[in-house]
């Protein structure tokens, strides 16, 4: 473990226990008191600083192995995840007419998300914990980025999936030698059969909300942002929410930059996600407990009716004196074709789903139009090809025939006005 970490500390009791001592959750509180990591930032100031960044050539999620909960010994072996581009847009704030506007593109991972950090996390856990095999469950992403960096390291892996698993995903782990076990319901269904399974075997445990150390490796997204802006970060950051993981994850890294002097204010985090599966954004805006919603989007990687995660993500984003918006399944579409189209980036639609929640954001006026941000596209389109050609026009067959060809392009021109 990193010599760095002081302990564990329970999101419910605020007790702190010893890491060794402690596999998941809170020992008094059960599976609702969610740990959080606890580092000695004094101690990592000296070790992780301007100076030590700017002569740091690795680039991946592991240059800031001080703030993760991992040894040094495997870093070397894993897959490349993490220092995605950050691109401040060419032209899609010109359409959204907003000043500054940066997409943060975790699609570019290893295995097409923002989940290979935490995989990463899992799987040099369970090596440092001995143990052979990890689970998970899944409504894609986190078991197609486990499968990878477990298939790279030599991990066995089984992995949980609700049968609406977009096919992209699902040829993900079957190319990557998962044992997949595809469930006949809802992903609540299939947590709940992983997490019996998981203590029946004694496997490891990479559900990211209980697992403590899941949410330390989303952070390194958050490290990167700043840390690709010079540490002058954004009004906002803006990310789809299903679990909350990712958000919390978010937060935290900005929380320690704060803590190690490298930022003086956290940015306001907007969190996503879809009108049809929205249980966070109620609790959010009526300031009360997450209660269990349906799962009814299309953005399958938020679709979570009970969120594992609810108050650490509340948390980041009132503590970020941020906000929460849900959006259509047709605004996700929407959102999908105009990151394409204007920025040449393909995002799935859970990752979309940010651009769309911005857009919300900006017309009810939570987000302002001189403000500046960053939006993090969680996850690669070509994950899911059956919802983006649902977000866009057929293309037209013709017969190869040039004369065909130049009356359908005038014919276009004269239709076309954007
Ligand atoms: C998992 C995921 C999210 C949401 O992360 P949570 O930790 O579940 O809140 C958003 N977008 C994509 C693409 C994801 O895979
Ligand atoms: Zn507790």
Known sequence: MNPYILGLQCTMCQQIFDPKQIKTTCPICGDAGI????????????????HSLSSNQDRTMFRYQQLLP???????????????????????????????????????????????????????????????????????????????????????????VPKRAPVGKLAQLQIYGAHVIMVDGDYKDTYN????????????????????????GKKTVALEIAEQLHFQLTDWVVVSVGDGCTIAGVYKGFYDLKKLGLIQAIPKLLGVQSEGCNPLVKAFHTHSPCQWTEENTLA???????????????????????SMVDVSDQSILDAMRLMGKYEGIFGEPAAAAALAGLQKAIKQQIIKPNESMVIINTGNGLKDPQNAQRATKEPILMKPDLDILIAHIEQEGEHKHE
Not at 35 to 50: G, M, R, S, T, W
Not at 311 to 318: N, Q, S, V
């Open 35 to 50: 740990l959080d990591v606890l580092y000695d930032y004094e101690a990592i100031k000296k070790d992780l600083n301007l």
């Open 70 to 160: 991992v040894e040094d010994k495997h870093i070397d072996k894993m897959l490349k995840i993490g220092w995605t581009p950050l691109y401040r847009t060419n032209r899609l704030h010109h359409a959204l007419s907003i000043k500054q506007l940066y997409i943060k593109d975790d699609g570019q991972n290893p295995s097409g998300s923002l989940k290979d950090r935490a995989s990463a996390i899992a799987v040099l856990r369970a090596i440092e914990e001995n143990n052979p095999i990890i689970a998970c469950s899944s409504t894609g992403n986190a078991a197609s980025s486990l499968a990878a960096s477990a298939a790279r390291m030599g991990l066995k892996t089984y992995i949980f």
């Open 193 to 216: 059969l992983s997490k019996k399974a998981i203590d029946h075997h004694g496997w490891y445990n990479r559900n990211a909300a209980i697992n403590p150390y899941l949410v330390e």
């Open 300 to 322: 399958d990687s938020i679709s979570v009716g009970v969120p594992r995660n609810p108050i650490k993500a509340l948390r980041a984003i009132e503590a970020s004196h941020g």
